[in-house]
């Protein structure tokens, strides 16, 4: 069975622009969760989708949003980007909620 | 915040067991106590998770005391393969039912010949 996939996996965008990321759970999984990681803070959550609704939300401003599709693959935008927001994005996906949680590769954003 | 507690790092010797701590001494009784291990800022990789009991998979053994204040993770011969950095991490279980993983800063384990 496929892993959970992202892209794009490599991203360089200017502050000010706006970046979609997209992530595949792995097949048969209905939650997604997202992770920001920088070497300042760690791995962060971000926020968990189920059955297309945002479930839960982490501490990051409203300019981080995110959508799941009725396929459960999922998208997260980050609008009118910062430098600060240059990391590592991760996704987990999950057979259900509460379960155990497999994470992709990764996404690196380079803002400058 | 995290609810654990490693050490930043340790060493082991390639074909010995590599054993790594970790301290949850807040943990609710519902909290499961989960291992995952990043190499060089790759996805973490799930190894190992447990609640109460000992739990033993093709990659790691996890000790949880009895109070399940504190657990270890236990690679039995470790290989060149494992240097990566170790998270324990406790699942909290939210009000809305959902979870969250909340990482700590992990233990960069190095394995050398």
């Known amino acids: 069975k496929a892993g959970v996939t992202q892209t794009p996996r490599y991203l360089i965008k200017t502050r000010g622009q706006q970046v979609t990321l997209s992530c595949s759970p792995i097949?048969?999984?209905?939650?997604v969760s997202w992770y920001q990681q920088t070497p300042g803070q760690g791995l962060q959550f971000l926020f968990e989708y189920f059955s297309e609704t945002q479930r839960n939300k982490g501490n990051f401003p409203g300019r981080f949003s995110g959508r799941q599709f009725s396929n459960s693959r999922s998208e997260m935008n980050v609008s009118t980007l910062e430098l600060g927001d240059s990391a590592l994005y991760l996704c987990?996906?999950?057979?259900?909620?509460?379960?155990?949680?497999?994470f992709g590769p990764g996404t690196r954003l380079l803002v400058l | 915040d995290a609810k654990t507690t490693q050490p930043p790092s340790m060493d082991c010797a390639e074909g010995r067991a590599a054993n790594l701590p970790c301290n949850h001494s807040?943990?609710?009784?519902?909290?499961?106590v989960y291992w995952y291990r990043q190499i060089h800022s790759q996805g973490p990789q799930y190894i190992i998770h447990g609640l109460k009991n000992n739990e033993t998979n093709e990659m790691a053994s996890l000790i949880i005391t009895e109070d399940r204040k504190s657990s270890t993770l236990i690679l039995p011969h470790a290989t060149l393969r494992d240097t990566a950095v170790y998270y324990c991490i406790v699942r909290v279980i939210l009000n809305t039912g959902f979870q969250k993983l909340v990482f700590g800063t992990g233990t960069r384990l190095l394995v050398s010949p």
């Open positions: 807040t943990i609710s009784g519902n909290e499961y």
């Open positions: 097949s048969g999984h209905r939650s």
């Open positions: 987990a996906s999950s057979l259900l909620v509460r379960e155990t949680q497999y």
